[in-house]
Each structure stands twice: as structure tokens, then as C-alpha cells.
């Protein structure tokens, strides 16, 4: 709806913007209605209305329009993943190249045949250490960013952070009266 006539305040002649108490009940409702002005302007305060749909005050819940970068990412994630492992199938059989032989399929290490079975079972003792280094290298990797700004945090941060590193330290007591740490 146009205007019919322009919209002049005191409070704008002073060089302020008028309050909505300030505008009279008709200036208000031709503001409200106004379609030139795309966004508010300190001039020109929105008045909403109840049944508005282009209300700015939207529920955070269902605004899923913020979520359409990460799906687009993941999106191009897997059709750039799926196509780096099926395209070169797809070329070997289309090339001919994908003829197994008894040859092609022996094992084949460091320039020459295996020694033995390739599927030995290997000690429980190696994957013990590997999970035990893999708990104490997530635990540096949590201790770092709180320890930068532990100061900013408080108290309770600190006293969270110690029954962490106590937890930790009971399961490496643990392991270590298990027999976990020593090697034969």
C-alpha cells in the first residue's frame, strides 16, 4: 500500500527516531504495512501483527534452512567418496585389466612371497598397548584446550577436569596390576 503522505515526526526533526508510543495508532499501521522498505530502518520501526508471516522472530527449533550447507557438504562428500572407489572398478572391467590369476592373487610382501600364513593370530599384549595408548593420547588431546583457558573457566572446571585425570589414573593402576605394561 503506498503512502499518502510522508511520514515526519518531531522526533525526527531532532535527529532521533520516534518510539512506537510516540507514532500515532494510523502511522503505525501504514509502517506495519509498508512494502518499500525490505528491512527495518531506525526511521521506520515495524509494528507486527499477529497473523504477519514475515514475522523476524523465528522458532530456532524448526528453522532447518541453517542445516542445507552441511547437507550439501556431505552430499558432495559422498558422491566424491563413492566415485574414488567404485570409478577405478568400473575401468578396470571395462579395460580388460581385471583378469585374476593363481599369480595375481598370492600375497606378496617386500619384493617376495610370505614365509608363513599372513593370518597368524598376533599377541593379545599388542592391541592392549594400542588401546591404552589411544586412551592416554585422547587425554592430552582434552587436556590441551582446557589448560588454555582453565583460568577463564573457574573452579568448577578445574575440579572437573582433575576427576578425569584421577579416572584415568585408576585405570592405569589398573592395567598395570593386570600385567597390561609388561612385556615378555
Known amino acids: 500500500m503506498p503512502r499518502s503522505k510522508p511520514l515526519h515526526h518531531p522526533a525526527e526533526e531532532a535527529g532521533r527516531s520516534p518510539s512506537p508510543s510516540e507514532l500515532g495508532e494510523e502511522q ?5 504495512s509498508d512494502s518499500h522498505s525490505p528491512r527495518p530502518c531506525p526511521h521506520h520501526p515495524i509494528v507486527l501483527k499477529p497473523g504477519n508471516l514475515f514475522a523476524p522472530a523465528r522458532n530456532p527449533l524448526f528453522d532447518l534452512s ?5 547437507l ?18 568400473i575401468a578396470a572391467r571395462f579395460t580388460g585389466s581385471h583378469k585374476p590369476t593363481a ?6 610382501e617386500c619384493g617376495f612371497p610370505a614365509f608363513e600364513d599372513s593370518r597368524s593370530q598376533f599377541d593379545v599384549r599388542f592391541y592392549l598397548v594400542a588401546i591404552l595408548f589411544i586412551i592416554f593420547d585422547l587425554e ?6 582446557w589448560a588454555v583457558s582453565v583460568f577463564s ?3 568448577v572446571a578445574w575440579f572437573a577436569m582433575m576427576g578425569f585425570i584421577a579416572e584415568l589414573a585408576l585405570g592405569l593402576v ?9 612385556w615378555e
Do not use: C, H, N
Open 28 to 32: 503505525a499501521k501504514v509502517i506495519a
Open 66 to 70: 541453517q542445516y542445507l550447507p552441511i
Open 72 to 89: 550439501l557438504f556431505l552430499g558432495v562428500a559422498l558422491a566424491l567418496s563413492s566415485a574414488f572407489v567404485f570409478l577405478p572398478m
Open 103 to 108: 599369480e595375481k592373487l598370492t600375497e606378496y
Open 140 to 145: 592430552a588431546a582434552f587436556i590441551y584446550p
Open 153 to 155: 573457566l573457574g573452579w
Open 174 to 182: 589398573y592395567a598395570w596390576k593386570k600385567g597390561a605394561l609388561e
